[in-house]
Structure formats: C-alpha cells, structure tokens
C-alpha cells in the first residue's frame, strides 16, 4: 500500500501537464475537467490525453471526485469547496474518509500485513529466540507456502504459523487473536483522489482569483 508521501510524488507527475477546464460555473454547481495536455512539437497542436484524467462536480452538500484513479462522493457543508480547502485540516484523508458516501477508500495492505507480523515478532523474540527469522523467512520467504500478497493468504498465513524452540515441550509461538487484527490501509486511489480535490480546488481558485 502506498504511503502518502508517495501518493502525493506520483500524484505530480501524473497531472504535470495536467489543464482544468471548466464545463459549468453557477454558485454551488460546478464542473471541472482537469486532463493532460501535450503540444506536437513539429506542428505545434494541442492534444488531451485520457491518461489521469479527472473531474470535480459539486452540488450543495455533495463533491464527487472521478475519473482514471477511482470515484468518489463526499458529503460535508454545503459549499464542499471550502470545507476541502480548510487549512485546518489539509489533506487528511482519515477525517475525509469519514465523509466518504460512495467509494471504498480502504483495501488489504499486504505492507501492513508484514509490518504487524515483523513488529510483533520482534516484540515475543526474548521469550522465543529465533522467531522473528523463522516468521520472516516461512512467512515471507521465497519458498513460502502463503501468499501474502492477498488477503486469504495473509490470514491462513496467520492460522497456520507456530514456532517452538528446538526441545521445548511447552506450547508453540503462535500469532494469537490475529482474527481481530484489520489488515486493511488507505487505498492509493483514494489517496491520489484526496490530492486531486486539493489540486483542483487550488487550480479553480487561482482562476477566480486572476478573474477578479
């Protein structure tokens, strides 16, 4: 799962070239087309590529977010401009997410997966030297039986495992209440949806600004 960080560096080189262009401007009802534009450089014409496109719709209460990466629909204030410009908040997209209606903004993290398993590992390793290389190479290894890149993997991955040092007759190392654990983080179109808002809101404003 990406990060934020590397959501927000592919998020501008995706819309580098990125114009807006507006389809409809009436009060709380707008309708922004933002698409990469490239010049031929013999002949010098202007083209609009459907690679990252996206556009901003807004209606009182609502802004809908939609095009190559995702769609999504927020609902927050009437005007859903100030509420996503609000510098109180930035991007923030776990306060977002709450005012999400449509769109799943979450996924399977096979990152976070591997995170919690490392952590916890290190965490019991005292008690049980050699757990922390036993879960990173069975689990994760090349010759692993679990492919934790899906979700159903991840989960056997965590029914299964035991560890118990060699002569031990107590019980084996296993990642117990690991069924609660949620394996699920931000989904990078969601995210690169949340700086699109920002970007757009940013572009329409510029515009109004320079309009006077």
């Known amino acids: 799962m990406a990060t934020d960080t590397e959501t927000a560096e592919r998020f501008e080189r995706d819309t580098a070239r990125h ?8 009060g709380l009802y707008r309708h922004l087309r ?5 010049t031929d450089e013999k002949t010098g ?28 629909l927020f609902s927050r204030l009437d005007d859903m401009f100030v509420f996503f410009r609000s510098p109180r908040y930035g991007i923030n997209p776990g306060y ?10 979450t996924a399977y993290s096979a990152d976070l997966f591997r995170q ?17 290389a036993a879960a990173g190479e069975r689990i994760f290894g090349d010759l692993s039986e679990w492919n934790t890149e899906h979700e159903e993997g991840a989960r056997e991955a965590l029914q299964d495992f035991s560890y118990k040092l060699e002569g031990d007759r107590g019980e084996p190392f296993t990642f117990s209440g690991s069924w609660e654990w949620d394996l699920s983080d931000h989904h990078w179109q969601y995210l690169w949806c949340c700086h699109a808002i920002q970007f757009g809101i940013g572009r329409y404003d510029a515009l109004k600004a320079k309009a006077g």
Do not use: N, Q
């Open 116 to 132: 919690m398993v490392t952590e916890i590992a290190a965490e019991a390793e005292a008690d049980w030297p050699g757990l922390a």
């Open 19 to 26: 114009e807006m262009t507006v389809l409809h401007d009436d």
């Open 45 to 72: 014409r202007r083209s609009r590529s459907s690679s990252y496109w996206f556009e901003l719709v807004t209606w009182p209460g609502k802004l809908a977010v939609s095009g190559d990466c995702g769609s999504f």
């Open 96 to 105: 977002w997410s709450e005012k999400v209606l449509a769109g799943e903004t």
């Open 34 to 38: 933002f698409a990469r534009v490239t």
